[in-house]
């Protein structure tokens, strides 16, 4: 079952539209951008399981190429240390699967803050919320899947100047710990952006490969494969895995300025829309992934 199979991208696009109203009706805006969060993670988790299958169907693609030159001895040594460095990146996806999810567990804390009724206990959710990302981030800070490094790709962040709201429990939360949610936002971004650049050099072998198969079966005599203009097609596109990533960092990026515009009360109408938007679009790319995965 898929980690994101309770909150999937199907239910999450509708809670988008339903909120897009809400945006412009100036309803709490801590509530939209929560539900806005909330769907990142739900699309961002399809994210997470596409790249770990794509990493394994790209290396088992190599090795059976690779496979007809070793003896014996190079090809059990050669599969034992690809599923080594396997085991050890899908343990990172893993990893920033659960930041996600806390992130989202956090953002749930910060909406109901911002309700005037709110009690100690939600000051409480997300301070605890916190103290466990703060207790993973480390980890997730010095992983690396393969040669790639996630510290590498973690943008500079700008501490937001917390504006004054009239729920003190919010302000409080804001003041104390704005500047490390959009830490915490910003490792999410470059997580993703370390998925891409990993993906993006192991397709590229199998590309590569492809590409001269294609040429080949172009070249030669004999007539060409019936799949041969449809393969041609998919190997000059981006791979999914990658488009996907790629949008998931950027969507990371997009949620880390607008929860900065949130805090400093700058965030209007126009930008939970193009919030909205924007995380609309990478759920649409989770549920193709999921689509094709049936």
Not at 14 to 35: K, M, P, Y
Not at 76 to 102: D, E, F, P, Y
Not at 146 to 156: C, E, K, L
Request: net charge neutral; charged share 20%; glycine share 4%.
């Amino acid at each position: 079952m898929r980690p994101c199979k309770r909150f999937g991208a199907a239910f999450a696009v509708a809670v988008l539209l339903a909120i897009t109203g809400c945006a412009t009706a100036r309803l709490n805006r801590f509530n939209t951008f929560s539900q806005a969060g909330v769907a990142y993670v739900a699309a961002s988790q399809t994210v997470i399981q596409n790249a770990g299958t794509a990493a394994v169907n790209t290396d088992s693609a190599l090795l059976l190429r690779s496979r007809p030159n070793l003896d014996q001895s190079q090809r059990t040594a050669r599969l034992t240390a690809s599923n080594t460095l396997l085991k050890q990146r899908l343990q990172v996806l893993q990893l920033i699967s659960v930041h996600g999810k806390l992130l989202q567990a956090y953002f749930e804390a910060l909406s109901s803050l911002s309700d005037a009724k709110a009690t100690n206990s939600a000051g409480t959710a997300a301070q605890g919320v916190y103290d466990s990302l703060a207790k993973m981030s480390p980890d997730l800070k010095n992983a690396k899947m393969g040669a790639t490094s996630v510290s590498s790709f973690i943008p500079t962040v700008t501490a937001p100047v917390v504006a004054t709201f009239k729920v003190h429990a919010l302000n409080e939360e804001l003041k104390v710990r704005s500047k490390d949610i959009a830490n915490e936002l910003a490792l999410q971004e470059a997580a993703f952006s370390a998925i891409e650049a990993e993906l993006k050099t192991d397709t590229q072998e199998q590309q590569n490969f492809s590409e001269t198969d294609s040429i080949n079966q172009f070249a030669a005599e004999k007539p060409l494969p019936a799949e041969w203009a449809s393969q041609r097609l998919t190997l000059l596109s981006t791979p999914a895995a990658v488009a996907s990533a790629d949008a998931a960092s950027k969507a990371a990026a997009h949620l880390r300025s607008a929860f900065t515009a949130l805090v400093e009360n700058r965030l209007d109408s126009a930008d939970l829309e193009s919030l909205i938007s924007d995380m609309s679009n990478l759920l649409t790319i989770a549920q193709s992934i999921e689509g094709a995965e049936k």
